[in-house]
Protein backbone atom coordinates (compact mmCIF):
# COMPACT_ATOMS: atom_id res chain seq x y z
CA UNK A 1 0.00 0.00 0.00
CA UNK A 2 1.33 3.09 -0.79
CA UNK A 3 1.45 6.46 1.62
CA UNK A 4 -0.95 8.15 0.05
CA UNK A 5 -3.33 5.31 -0.27
CA UNK A 6 -2.37 4.59 3.84
CA UNK A 7 -3.31 8.50 4.84
CA UNK A 8 -7.08 7.47 3.43
CA UNK A 9 -7.61 4.91 6.30
CA UNK A 10 -10.20 5.61 8.31
CA UNK A 11 -9.51 6.76 11.86
CA UNK A 12 -12.14 4.14 13.51
CA UNK A 13 -9.20 1.64 12.40
CA UNK A 14 -6.84 3.44 13.47
CA UNK A 15 -7.43 3.55 17.21
CA UNK A 16 -7.96 -0.57 16.80
CA UNK A 17 -4.53 -1.43 15.37
CA UNK A 18 -1.59 -2.18 16.92
CA UNK A 19 1.67 -0.16 17.36
CA UNK A 20 5.04 -1.52 15.55
CA UNK A 21 7.84 -2.30 17.35
CA UNK A 22 10.50 -1.06 15.30
CA UNK A 23 13.80 0.03 16.97
CA UNK A 24 14.36 3.41 17.95
CA UNK A 25 16.84 5.18 15.60
CA UNK A 26 20.12 5.57 16.16
CA UNK A 27 20.50 9.20 16.87
CA UNK A 28 17.41 8.63 19.40
CA UNK A 29 18.52 6.17 20.96
CA UNK A 30 22.30 7.43 22.18
CA UNK A 31 20.59 10.33 23.03
CA UNK A 32 19.19 8.42 26.32
CA UNK A 33 22.27 6.95 26.14
CA UNK A 34 24.49 10.42 26.15
CA UNK A 35 22.45 11.49 28.96
CA UNK A 36 22.67 8.37 31.30
CA UNK A 37 19.20 7.10 30.95
CA UNK A 38 19.46 3.43 30.24
CA UNK A 39 16.59 2.69 27.19
CA UNK A 40 15.21 0.05 29.85
CA UNK A 41 13.65 3.08 31.70
CA UNK A 42 11.96 4.80 28.77
CA UNK A 43 9.24 4.58 26.73
CA UNK A 44 8.30 6.25 23.37
CA UNK A 45 6.26 6.29 20.82
CA UNK A 46 5.85 8.09 17.46
CA UNK A 47 2.64 7.93 14.89
CA UNK A 48 2.21 9.70 11.53
CA UNK A 49 -2.05 11.24 11.92
CA UNK A 50 -3.29 9.08 9.36
CA UNK A 51 -0.56 6.06 9.39
CA UNK A 52 -2.00 2.49 10.19
CA UNK A 53 1.01 2.08 12.86
CA UNK A 54 3.82 3.67 14.57
CA UNK A 55 6.71 4.58 12.77
CA UNK A 56 8.18 2.92 16.11
CA UNK A 57 7.32 2.40 19.64
CA UNK A 58 9.24 1.33 22.30
CA UNK A 59 8.24 -0.24 25.59
CA UNK A 60 4.90 1.57 24.42
CA UNK A 61 2.57 -1.13 26.74
CA UNK A 62 4.40 -0.29 30.12
CA UNK A 63 1.93 1.82 32.69
CA UNK A 64 4.59 4.55 33.99
CA UNK A 65 4.69 7.88 36.32
CA UNK A 66 3.76 10.93 33.16
CA UNK A 67 4.22 13.30 36.22
CA UNK A 68 2.15 16.39 34.11
CA UNK A 69 1.35 14.82 31.48
CA UNK A 70 -1.42 13.41 32.83
CA UNK A 71 -3.55 16.29 32.84
CA UNK A 72 -3.91 15.95 28.52
CA UNK A 73 -6.56 13.14 30.21
CA UNK A 74 -8.13 15.67 32.34
CA UNK A 75 -8.33 18.27 29.90
CA UNK A 76 -9.35 16.21 26.79
CA UNK A 77 -11.82 14.81 29.17
CA UNK A 78 -13.66 18.25 30.03
CA UNK A 79 -13.25 19.84 26.87
CA UNK A 80 -15.50 17.01 25.19
CA UNK A 81 -17.81 16.39 28.51
CA UNK A 82 -17.93 19.57 29.79
CA UNK A 83 -18.03 21.31 26.24
CA UNK A 84 -15.74 23.82 25.38
CA UNK A 85 -18.01 27.12 26.53
CA UNK A 86 -18.60 25.56 30.04
CA UNK A 87 -18.48 28.12 32.76
CA UNK A 88 -17.93 27.57 36.56
CA UNK A 89 -20.40 30.02 38.72
CA UNK A 90 -19.59 31.95 41.91
CA UNK A 91 -22.92 33.00 43.84
CA UNK A 92 -23.32 35.78 46.67
CA UNK A 93 -26.72 35.29 48.48
CA UNK A 94 -27.94 37.67 51.48
CA UNK A 95 -28.89 36.42 54.52
CA UNK A 96 -30.60 38.71 55.89
CA UNK A 97 -32.44 41.96 55.15
CA UNK A 98 -30.73 44.82 52.72
CA UNK A 99 -31.74 48.34 53.88
CA UNK A 100 -32.33 51.49 50.85
CA UNK A 101 -29.05 53.06 52.33
CA UNK A 102 -26.99 49.55 51.45
CA UNK A 103 -26.84 48.09 54.82
CA UNK A 104 -27.31 44.10 54.58
CA UNK A 105 -28.01 43.93 58.50
CA UNK A 106 -27.40 39.90 58.19
CA UNK A 107 -24.44 37.56 56.20
CA UNK A 108 -22.96 37.73 52.96
CA UNK A 109 -23.44 34.04 51.49
CA UNK A 110 -20.89 32.41 48.41
CA UNK A 111 -21.50 29.15 47.16
CA UNK A 112 -18.58 28.02 44.93
CA UNK A 113 -18.20 25.88 42.48
CA UNK A 114 -14.92 24.91 42.01
CA UNK A 115 -14.02 27.96 39.19
CA UNK A 116 -10.43 26.82 38.45
CA UNK A 117 -9.20 30.26 38.16
CA UNK A 118 -10.84 33.11 40.16
CA UNK A 119 -7.36 35.54 40.27
CA UNK A 120 -7.35 39.11 41.80
CA UNK A 121 -8.44 41.04 38.18
CA UNK A 122 -12.32 39.05 38.34
CA UNK A 123 -12.70 38.96 42.04
CA UNK A 124 -11.86 42.91 42.03
CA UNK A 125 -14.70 43.31 39.58
CA UNK A 126 -16.86 40.77 41.66
CA UNK A 127 -16.13 43.36 44.85
CA UNK A 128 -17.32 46.38 42.25
CA UNK A 129 -20.71 44.41 41.02
CA UNK A 130 -21.53 43.77 44.54
CA UNK A 131 -21.51 47.51 45.37
CA UNK A 132 -22.68 48.26 41.83
CA UNK A 133 -25.96 46.46 43.35
CA UNK A 134 -26.40 48.20 46.31
CA UNK A 135 -24.19 46.44 48.96
CA UNK A 136 -22.54 48.79 50.72
CA UNK A 137 -22.23 47.81 54.06
CA UNK A 138 -22.27 44.04 56.01
CA UNK A 139 -22.58 43.93 59.47
CA UNK A 140 -22.42 40.53 59.96
CA UNK A 141 -20.16 37.74 58.47
CA UNK A 142 -19.10 36.03 55.40
CA UNK A 143 -20.18 32.60 54.93
CA UNK A 144 -18.68 29.79 52.32
CA UNK A 145 -20.93 27.15 50.79
CA UNK A 146 -17.58 25.31 49.66
CA UNK A 147 -19.81 22.15 49.33
CA UNK A 148 -19.90 21.48 45.61
CA UNK A 149 -16.62 19.09 46.29
CA UNK A 150 -16.27 16.67 48.84
CA UNK A 151 -13.15 15.79 49.91
CA UNK A 152 -10.52 14.49 52.23
CA UNK A 153 -7.93 16.75 54.48
CA UNK A 154 -5.41 18.39 52.76
CA UNK A 155 -1.84 17.71 53.91
CA UNK A 156 0.22 20.08 51.42
CA UNK A 157 3.24 18.75 52.81
CA UNK A 158 2.64 15.57 51.89
CA UNK A 159 4.08 15.03 48.56
CA UNK A 160 7.49 16.59 49.19
CA UNK A 161 7.74 18.23 52.48
CA UNK A 162 7.44 21.35 50.59
CA UNK A 163 3.72 22.99 52.10
CA UNK A 164 4.32 26.60 51.23
CA UNK A 165 5.07 25.91 47.27
CA UNK A 166 2.02 26.98 45.28
CA UNK A 167 2.01 23.74 42.92
CA UNK A 168 0.63 22.03 46.28
CA UNK A 169 -2.63 23.68 46.96
CA UNK A 170 -4.81 21.64 47.43
CA UNK A 171 -8.42 21.98 45.30
CA UNK A 172 -11.31 23.63 46.61
CA UNK A 173 -14.73 24.58 45.55
CA UNK A 174 -14.15 28.09 46.80
CA UNK A 175 -10.68 28.16 45.25
CA UNK A 176 -9.59 32.33 45.17
CA UNK A 177 -6.31 33.04 43.28
CA UNK A 178 -4.41 29.85 44.04
CA UNK A 179 -4.65 30.71 47.29
CA UNK A 180 -1.14 32.22 46.86
CA UNK A 181 0.62 35.54 47.35
CA UNK A 182 3.28 36.64 45.30
CA UNK A 183 5.64 38.52 47.49
CA UNK A 184 8.54 40.98 45.42
CA UNK A 185 11.46 42.28 46.60
CA UNK A 186 13.13 45.77 44.84
CA UNK A 187 16.82 46.65 45.75
CA UNK A 188 16.20 50.46 46.26
CA UNK A 189 20.02 51.55 45.76
CA UNK A 190 19.35 55.48 46.50
CA UNK A 191 17.41 54.29 50.13
CA UNK A 192 19.63 51.16 50.85
CA UNK A 193 16.65 49.78 51.46
CA UNK A 194 14.79 46.47 50.28
CA UNK A 195 10.87 46.68 49.95
CA UNK A 196 9.06 43.68 50.12
CA UNK A 197 5.78 43.82 48.94
CA UNK A 198 2.51 41.61 49.08
CA UNK A 199 0.45 40.78 46.09
CA UNK A 200 -2.27 40.62 48.00
CA UNK A 201 -2.32 42.90 50.13
CA UNK A 202 -3.94 40.30 52.75
CA UNK A 203 -3.89 41.84 56.69
CA UNK A 204 -3.68 38.06 57.83
CA UNK A 205 -0.34 38.16 56.92
CA UNK A 206 2.16 39.91 58.35
CA UNK A 207 6.02 41.01 57.29
CA UNK A 208 8.34 40.82 60.31
CA UNK A 209 11.97 41.54 58.64
CA UNK A 210 13.24 42.72 55.72
CA UNK A 211 16.52 41.79 54.12
CA UNK A 212 19.64 44.19 54.07
CA UNK A 213 20.57 45.23 50.91
CA UNK A 214 24.01 43.96 49.73
CA UNK A 215 26.57 43.74 47.47
CA UNK A 216 28.05 40.48 45.32
CA UNK A 217 26.72 39.08 42.86
CA UNK A 218 22.58 38.01 42.95
CA UNK A 219 23.59 34.20 42.75
CA UNK A 220 21.20 32.14 45.26
CA UNK A 221 19.10 35.31 46.25
CA UNK A 222 16.24 33.02 47.87
CA UNK A 223 18.84 31.24 50.05
CA UNK A 224 20.71 34.50 51.29
CA UNK A 225 17.60 36.73 52.38
CA UNK A 226 17.34 34.09 55.11
CA UNK A 227 13.13 33.19 54.52
CA UNK A 228 10.87 31.85 57.44
CA UNK A 229 7.10 31.37 57.23
CA UNK A 230 4.77 30.44 60.36
CA UNK A 231 2.09 29.59 58.42
CA UNK A 232 -1.50 29.34 60.70
CA UNK A 233 -4.84 28.63 59.41
CA UNK A 234 -6.27 32.61 60.52
CA UNK A 235 -2.82 34.52 60.01
CA UNK A 236 0.68 33.94 58.81
CA UNK A 237 3.75 35.85 59.05
CA UNK A 238 7.25 36.23 56.44
CA UNK A 239 10.38 37.21 57.86
CA UNK A 240 13.35 37.90 55.63
CA UNK A 241 16.46 38.56 58.09
CA UNK A 242 19.15 38.07 55.68
CA UNK A 243 21.13 39.82 52.30
CA UNK A 244 19.30 40.94 49.10
CA UNK A 245 22.02 42.06 46.78
CA UNK A 246 21.84 45.16 44.86
CA UNK A 247 22.15 43.28 41.89
CA UNK A 248 19.42 41.50 42.25
CA UNK A 249 16.86 44.14 41.14
CA UNK A 250 13.48 42.92 41.31
CA UNK A 251 12.41 39.27 42.29
CA UNK A 252 9.46 37.52 42.61
CA UNK A 253 8.79 34.66 45.58
CA UNK A 254 5.21 32.52 45.28
CA UNK A 255 3.88 31.15 48.45
CA UNK A 256 0.70 29.34 49.73
CA UNK A 257 -0.74 30.99 52.99
CA UNK A 258 -3.51 30.67 55.26
CA UNK A 259 -6.15 27.93 54.94
CA UNK A 260 -9.05 28.21 52.13
CA UNK A 261 -11.80 30.18 54.16
CA UNK A 262 -9.12 32.58 55.78
CA UNK A 263 -7.79 33.23 52.30
CA UNK A 264 -10.79 34.16 50.69
CA UNK A 265 -11.91 36.27 54.17
CA UNK A 266 -9.05 38.18 53.50
CA UNK A 267 -9.74 38.43 49.48
CA UNK A 268 -13.51 39.54 50.23
CA UNK A 269 -11.89 42.39 53.31
CA UNK A 270 -9.55 43.46 51.05
CA UNK A 271 -11.53 44.01 47.78
CA UNK A 272 -14.53 45.11 49.23
CA UNK A 273 -13.27 47.84 51.20
CA UNK A 274 -10.50 48.65 48.34
CA UNK A 275 -14.55 48.72 45.87
CA UNK A 276 -15.67 51.19 48.64
CA UNK A 277 -17.77 48.66 51.08
CA UNK A 278 -17.61 48.52 54.54
CA UNK A 279 -16.97 44.80 56.44
CA UNK A 280 -15.29 43.74 59.55
CA UNK A 281 -17.18 40.45 60.08
CA UNK A 282 -16.11 36.28 60.23
CA UNK A 283 -15.68 33.77 58.01
CA UNK A 284 -17.29 30.40 58.46
CA UNK A 285 -18.92 27.71 56.27
CA UNK A 286 -22.70 27.26 55.62
CA UNK A 287 -25.04 26.50 52.82
CA UNK A 288 -27.01 28.38 50.29
CA UNK A 289 -30.82 28.65 50.75
CA UNK A 290 -32.18 26.13 48.31
CA UNK A 291 -33.72 27.48 45.04
CA UNK A 292 -33.00 31.31 46.20
CA UNK A 293 -31.96 33.71 43.77
CA UNK A 294 -28.24 34.77 43.87
CA UNK A 295 -27.69 38.83 44.51
CA UNK A 296 -25.10 38.78 42.16
CA UNK A 297 -22.91 36.03 39.97
CA UNK A 298 -19.59 35.56 38.57
CA UNK A 299 -18.69 33.85 35.60
CA UNK A 300 -15.68 31.87 34.91
CA UNK A 301 -13.65 32.22 31.48
CA UNK A 302 -14.66 29.31 29.17
CA UNK A 303 -13.22 26.20 29.77
CA UNK A 304 -11.32 26.62 26.29
CA UNK A 305 -9.59 29.35 27.94
CA UNK A 306 -8.65 27.72 31.48
CA UNK A 307 -7.51 24.17 29.63
CA UNK A 308 -4.02 26.55 27.77
CA UNK A 309 -3.37 27.76 31.83
CA UNK A 310 -3.22 24.18 32.80
CA UNK A 311 -1.51 22.72 30.08
CA UNK A 312 0.56 25.78 28.94
CA UNK A 313 1.45 26.51 32.12
CA UNK A 314 1.36 23.16 34.02
CA UNK A 315 -1.11 24.22 37.07
CA UNK A 316 -1.90 21.75 39.01
CA UNK A 317 -4.66 22.89 41.37
CA UNK A 318 -6.54 24.11 38.20
CA UNK A 319 -6.18 20.59 37.01
CA UNK A 320 -7.21 19.21 39.96
CA UNK A 321 -10.13 21.80 39.74
CA UNK A 322 -11.23 20.69 36.28
CA UNK A 323 -10.84 17.05 37.04
CA UNK A 324 -13.47 17.00 40.37
CA UNK A 325 -15.96 18.45 38.11
CA UNK A 326 -16.16 15.99 35.71
CA UNK A 327 -17.85 14.09 38.24
CA UNK A 328 -20.73 16.11 37.85
CA UNK A 329 -21.30 15.85 34.14
CA UNK A 330 -22.88 12.30 35.59
CA UNK A 331 -23.26 12.72 38.97
CA UNK A 332 -25.02 15.07 41.23
CA UNK A 333 -23.05 17.27 43.81
CA UNK A 334 -21.02 17.15 46.12
CA UNK A 335 -17.78 15.87 43.64
CA UNK A 336 -15.11 13.57 44.94
CA UNK A 337 -12.14 12.04 43.07
CA UNK A 338 -13.47 8.66 43.19
CA UNK A 339 -17.01 9.92 41.31
CA UNK A 340 -14.53 12.09 38.73
CA UNK A 341 -12.28 8.96 38.85
CA UNK A 342 -15.33 7.01 37.12
CA UNK A 343 -16.74 9.51 34.90
CA UNK A 344 -13.44 9.37 32.87
CA UNK A 345 -13.10 5.69 32.88
CA UNK A 346 -16.93 5.36 31.32
CA UNK A 347 -15.69 7.76 29.35
CA UNK A 348 -13.13 6.39 27.62
CA UNK A 349 -14.96 2.98 27.63
CA UNK A 350 -17.70 4.93 25.41
CA UNK A 351 -15.10 6.32 23.13
CA UNK A 352 -13.70 2.88 22.80
CA UNK A 353 -10.57 4.30 23.72
CA UNK A 354 -7.76 2.10 25.51
CA UNK A 355 -5.57 3.36 27.89
CA UNK A 356 -4.62 -0.12 30.25
CA UNK A 357 -2.61 0.50 33.13
CA UNK A 358 -4.42 3.77 33.92
CA UNK A 359 -4.35 5.06 37.24
CA UNK A 360 -5.00 8.18 38.21
CA UNK A 361 -5.10 10.00 41.65
CA UNK A 362 -5.90 13.25 41.01
CA UNK A 363 -5.98 14.01 37.46
CA UNK A 364 -3.05 16.73 37.49
CA UNK A 365 -0.16 14.53 37.29
CA UNK A 366 1.30 15.43 40.88
CA UNK A 367 1.20 12.19 41.93
CA UNK A 368 3.66 9.20 42.56
CA UNK A 369 0.68 6.55 41.87
CA UNK A 370 -0.84 7.71 38.86
CA UNK A 371 0.36 5.56 35.64
CA UNK A 372 -0.44 5.79 32.13
CA UNK A 373 1.54 4.20 29.08
CA UNK A 374 3.12 5.57 26.17
CA UNK A 375 1.13 3.78 23.76
CA UNK A 376 -2.07 4.60 25.93
CA UNK A 377 -1.18 8.43 25.42
CA UNK A 378 -0.59 8.17 21.75
CA UNK A 379 -3.97 6.65 21.30
CA UNK A 380 -5.62 9.65 23.51
CA UNK A 381 -3.63 12.15 21.30
CA UNK A 382 -4.46 10.27 18.30
CA UNK A 383 -8.47 10.99 19.65
CA UNK A 384 -8.04 14.36 20.55
CA UNK A 385 -6.80 15.16 16.65
CA UNK A 386 -9.93 13.58 15.53
CA UNK A 387 -12.43 15.14 18.08
CA UNK A 388 -14.59 18.03 17.15
CA UNK A 389 -12.34 19.80 20.31
CA UNK A 390 -9.61 19.00 18.16
CA UNK A 391 -8.26 23.31 18.32
CA UNK A 392 -9.19 23.73 21.29
CA UNK A 393 -6.99 20.80 22.58
CA UNK A 394 -4.54 21.53 20.42
CA UNK A 395 -3.82 24.82 20.96
CA UNK A 396 -3.76 24.45 24.92
CA UNK A 397 -0.46 22.65 24.24
CA UNK A 398 2.86 24.84 24.50
CA UNK A 399 4.11 25.72 21.46
CA UNK A 400 8.09 25.37 20.79
CA UNK A 401 10.87 28.00 21.87
CA UNK A 402 7.26 30.30 22.12
CA UNK A 403 5.15 29.82 25.26
CA UNK A 404 4.88 27.90 28.39
CA UNK A 405 6.97 25.32 29.95
CA UNK A 406 8.45 25.50 26.23
CA UNK A 407 9.49 28.74 25.78
CA UNK A 408 13.22 27.78 26.89
CA UNK A 409 13.70 25.29 25.12
CA UNK A 410 14.16 24.64 21.53
CA UNK A 411 15.47 28.14 21.17
CA UNK A 412 18.29 26.89 18.61
CA UNK A 413 16.18 24.46 17.23
CA UNK A 414 14.09 24.39 13.34
CA UNK A 415 11.05 22.69 15.20
CA UNK A 416 10.44 26.05 17.13
CA UNK A 417 6.78 27.16 16.53
CA UNK A 418 6.16 23.31 15.18
CA UNK A 419 6.18 21.22 17.95
CA UNK A 420 2.66 21.10 20.26
CA UNK A 421 3.27 19.59 23.80
CA UNK A 422 2.55 18.85 26.97
CA UNK A 423 5.78 18.44 29.39
CA UNK A 424 6.05 16.23 33.12
CA UNK A 425 8.40 17.02 35.48
CA UNK A 426 8.73 15.06 39.09
CA UNK A 427 11.70 13.73 40.77
CA UNK A 428 12.55 10.55 38.74
CA UNK A 429 9.98 11.47 36.01
CA UNK A 430 10.65 13.43 32.75
CA UNK A 431 7.92 13.21 29.88
CA UNK A 432 6.55 15.44 27.09
CA UNK A 433 3.64 14.17 24.81
CA UNK A 434 1.88 15.98 21.87
CA UNK A 435 2.27 16.77 18.36
CA UNK A 436 5.13 17.70 15.71
CA UNK A 437 4.57 19.14 12.11
CA UNK A 438 7.53 19.00 9.89
CA UNK A 439 8.49 21.10 7.06
CA UNK A 440 6.68 19.11 4.84
CA UNK A 441 2.91 19.67 6.96
CA UNK A 442 3.39 16.44 7.95
CA UNK A 443 1.84 15.78 11.89
CA UNK A 444 2.83 13.04 14.40
CA UNK A 445 2.19 11.75 17.52
CA UNK A 446 5.21 12.24 20.24
CA UNK A 447 5.38 10.87 23.53
CA UNK A 448 8.30 10.27 25.79
CA UNK A 449 8.39 9.14 29.39
CA UNK A 450 11.65 8.82 31.62
CA UNK A 451 10.92 6.92 34.56
CA UNK A 452 14.89 6.53 36.58
CA UNK A 453 16.11 8.33 39.31
CA UNK A 454 18.44 10.32 37.09
CA UNK A 455 15.24 11.41 34.61
CA UNK A 456 16.30 15.25 35.44
CA UNK A 457 19.33 14.80 32.60
CA UNK A 458 16.66 13.42 30.41
CA UNK A 459 15.33 16.72 29.21
CA UNK A 460 18.22 17.14 26.29
CA UNK A 461 17.28 13.68 25.12
CA UNK A 462 13.58 14.45 24.86
CA UNK A 463 14.34 17.87 22.99
CA UNK A 464 16.57 15.37 20.50
CA UNK A 465 13.71 13.51 19.90
CA UNK A 466 11.09 16.19 18.97
CA UNK A 467 14.14 17.49 16.97
CA UNK A 468 14.03 14.31 15.42
CA UNK A 469 11.11 13.33 14.24
CA UNK A 470 10.22 17.20 12.98
CA UNK A 471 13.67 16.71 10.77
CA UNK A 472 13.67 12.94 9.74
CA UNK A 473 10.55 11.21 10.95
CA UNK A 474 9.37 11.79 7.01
CA UNK A 475 11.42 9.90 5.47
CA UNK A 476 11.87 6.91 8.37
CA UNK A 477 10.93 3.59 6.91
CA UNK A 478 9.32 1.94 9.93
CA UNK A 479 9.89 -1.45 7.52
CA UNK A 480 13.47 -1.03 7.45
CA UNK A 481 14.13 -1.36 11.48
CA UNK A 482 11.97 -3.89 12.65
Known amino acids: MTRNRTLAVGFAALLGAGVAHAALPGAVARAFKDAGIPLGNVAVVVREAGMPSALFAHDADRPMNPASVMKLVTTFAALELLGRDYRW??????????????TLTGNLLLRG???????????????ADLRARGLTKITGDLILDRTFFKLPPHDPAAFDQEPQRPYNVGPDAMLVN???????????????????????????????????????????????????????????????????SR?????????????????????????????????????????????????????????????RDVNKLSNNVMARQIFLTLATTRHPPPATVALATDVVQKWLQEKKLALPGLVIENGSGLSRRERITAGGLTRLLMAADASPVREEFASSLAVAALD????????????????????????GVRALAGYVIDAEGRRFTVVAIINHPA???????????VQWVY?????????LHR
Open 89 to 102: RTEAYLDGRLSARG
Open 113 to 127: TGDPKITIEPWQLFM
Open 178 to 244: FKSVRIGFAADVAKGTVPVMFDPPLAEIALTATPQLSNGDCGDWRATIGASFINGTETASASFPGRY
Open 247 to 307: QCGERDWYVSLLDHPNYVHGMFTTYFRAAGGDFGGGVRDGRAPRNATPFAVMESAPLYDIV
Open 404 to 427: GTLQRRFQNGSVSGQAFLKTGSLE
Open 455 to 465: AGRGAPALDAL
Open 471 to 479: RDAGSWDPA
